[in-house]
């Protein structure tokens, strides 16, 4: 069976192709693409006999961090936009990468059959063109776009369509779901809907074969049940009970900003790029590892871990942003108001060392419109490591006090991340750690860096657990979901 899956929860245009294979081993020369399925209870044959192989023929993600780097997040209309722009041309790319895209062509032997052929195939495309108007009414340069491929392309030997549903932001959903409608319409192929947080639970079954299977624990080849889920990402921060595949109980989520959305936010205080998670991380990881820099310094005051002690499962992220604005704002110096842009008290704006020659009409008119501007910033690397550090460090004390508490209040005998956020270096090895010293009976399991964050492969491979239950379904009974819950 062959899946062409889609995903656009967010500001990743995600497109995969997988091709699934039941029994027997994979073909010789191309063992080291396969992914190995682990095993479920409840798929015997797929997976707990480790007859179920994946192949992933492509997994293309086109990046918009560029673009919303200069608001510091994600912008809706902007995402939507790119989505757009990005969707045919990645679905191009990976049917190329698949080797599934084929030009229509007519053969000069029967010319007149192929001819024939040809021109009903064109009537039939013509018709269809009508109903792939009303689906992408609001899309119409899309809609332009498709009919050009739809002409110049055959169908490709694909069996099913995956499509992300939600949660997520709506009107990128939309313009996924409406792409995959149009192709499962025009290719007359059935869609399996698909939700966002049980793909990045799912991502942990595709486990590398080859060289990065080394290093993972061979336990990890077999899951019991119970299971408590982490997924912790940009928009999404929740504990879940997995009793068995498809079988979820939320016992926890965020009641305001998620762990990457804090990630993000307390990034942009410090003056840090976009993603936060990311530039958090790796200013952490140079305070580390650079043993020359003083380790005098201290801040004045340690972050909170917020909820860290409630007695349920719920997380909340603002009040950590909340402190370190304060606590970076305290740590401003004030500019001399005799001369604008010079940290030093004493000068007068008129001596030669001093870089900034003194305008005394120009300072006054930016004291006067832009008050707020009478502070600047100005902090050293070790102030924004050790910040960086803390704020990493909150976050993940946070997740593993609750994941550990709920793990051995509900008797989990598996342990599961998914999500952007986990991702993290110092967070996959403080979990490992804090797993081997107060649940040594339980397992943890953490999909690879490429499946950790947004991807189309864990859509697919979500989309062909779910057949068993019959949840594919005509494209006109699809529908977006921006808050879409586990059931």
Known sequence: MIILAIETSCDDTCVAILKVNLTGSPPEGVRENYPRLSGISSLKNFLNKGQGRVKILSNIVSSQIKIHQEYGGVHPGLAKREHLRNLLPVLTRALKQSKLLKKFQIQKSNLKQNLLSHEILHKQANSKFQTLKKIL???KCLFENLKIFFRKYQKPDIDMIAITIGPGLEPCLWTGVNFAKALACFWDLP?????????HIVANWLLPVGNELKTQNSKLKTIEFPAICLVASGG???????KNFSKYKILGETRDDAAGECFDKTARILGLGYPGGPAIAAEAKKLQTAPHVGTSYKLQAKLPRPMIYSKDYDFSFSGLKTAVLYEHKTHSEKINPRHPGCIFGTCSGKQKACPVKFVPQLFNRVNFCFPSLRLKIKKTKEYIGKMAQEIQQAIIDVL?????????????????????VTANEELRKQFK?????QASSAKILIPSKKFSIDNAAMIGITAYLQRPKGKTKNWKKIKADANLRLK
């Not at 999404?236 to 997995?242: A, E």
């Not at 750690?433 to 010293?437: A, E, G, Q, T, W």
């Open 137 to 139: 009414k609001r899309e």
């Open 191 to 199: 869609i399996a809907p698909v939700n966002h947080i049980e793909a």
């Open 236 to 242: 999404h921060t929740q504990l879940i009970l997995m």
């Open 400 to 420: 593993i006090k609750k994941t550990m508490n709920a793990t051995r209040e509900y008797k989990a005998k598996t342990i599961i991340l998914g999500g952007g």
């Open 433 to 437: 750690l804090s797993v081997k010293r």
